[in-house]
């Protein structure tokens, strides 16, 4: 069964603090990787989409990597105001288009 | 505004009545989704629709649920006899279409609570 799992539930960072998020997956085939940011009350704001091992990507603070397995999205010197939380999500090969998400990362950063 | 809207932003409904959300998506794009999204949890798919096609819908989606896209526009999501476990954030997404994987882009969601 196709699945994600995403690492830790919260994180709590003062600014300026960097750090990883963690997204395991387990797919029959991978058509893609994707990154959503998600702030209180609001729809999943679109991030990066990766599409093979050992692709990378940044957007000014953060850096999404992919391998086998696993993505990591780092955020280097955070500021509060990257404080939301971050989904995770798989598209697997077969079937349509229905993406397959992770309950998410709350990422709370501090002044 | 050109992103996908989603209308009511808020619904509250009592036990066994019918509700219907409305979305309408980014103009060019082909391909509409419906996700349900609960408390701590990441969302999860309802249905999908490729113009007016309806062509996947998941196990979550019971009979009490129905999703049409007249002309491959807007779509509407219809829930009949809400129950308590149906309140949760209704998110709709677009997407372009074409070979492969596409971005899917997220509206702003109707939250629905049962009473």
């Known amino acids: 069964e196709d699945q994600v799992t995403q690492s830790p539930e919260a994180l709590r960072l003062q600014e300026g603090e960097s750090s990883s998020l963690n997204c395991s997956y387990t797919v029959s085939g991978l058509r893609g990787l994707f990154w959503y940011r998600q702030d209180p009350g609001k729809g999943p704001e679109f991030l990066f989409t990766?599409?093979?091992a050992g692709e990378e990507k940044e957007k000014e603070r953060l850096k999404a990597t992919l391998t086998k397995k696993e993505s990591f999205l780092h955020i280097t010197a955070p500021k509060p105001e990257d404080s939301a939380t971050y989904l995770c999500a798989v598209h697997p090969r077969g079937g349509y288009n229905k993406l397959i998400f992770g309950a998410g990362t709350r990422l709370a950063v501090h002044p | 505004d050109t992103g996908v809207s989603q209308n009511p932003r808020h619904k509250i409904t009592k036990r066994g009545q019918n509700v219907t959300f409305r979305c309408d998506p980014i103009?060019?794009?082909?391909?509409l989704y419906w996700y349900r999204q609960t408390l701590g949890q990441g969302p999860e798919f309802l249905t999908y629709f490729q113009n007016e096609a309806q062509l996947e819908k998941s196990r979550l989606l019971s009979d009490r649920f129905s999703a049409e896209r007249p002309k491959g526009s807007f779509s509407t999501l219809e829930i009949q006899r809400t129950e308590q476990g149906d309140s949760a954030m209704y998110l709709c997404?677009?997407?372009?279409?074409?070979?492969?994987?596409?971005?899917?882009?997220f509206g702003p969601g109707t939250r629905l609570t049962v009473l």
């Open positions: 103009s060019e794009h082909n391909r």
């Open positions: 990766l599409y093979s």
């Open positions: 997404a677009s997407s372009l279409g074409g070979f492969g994987t596409d971005t899917q882009y």
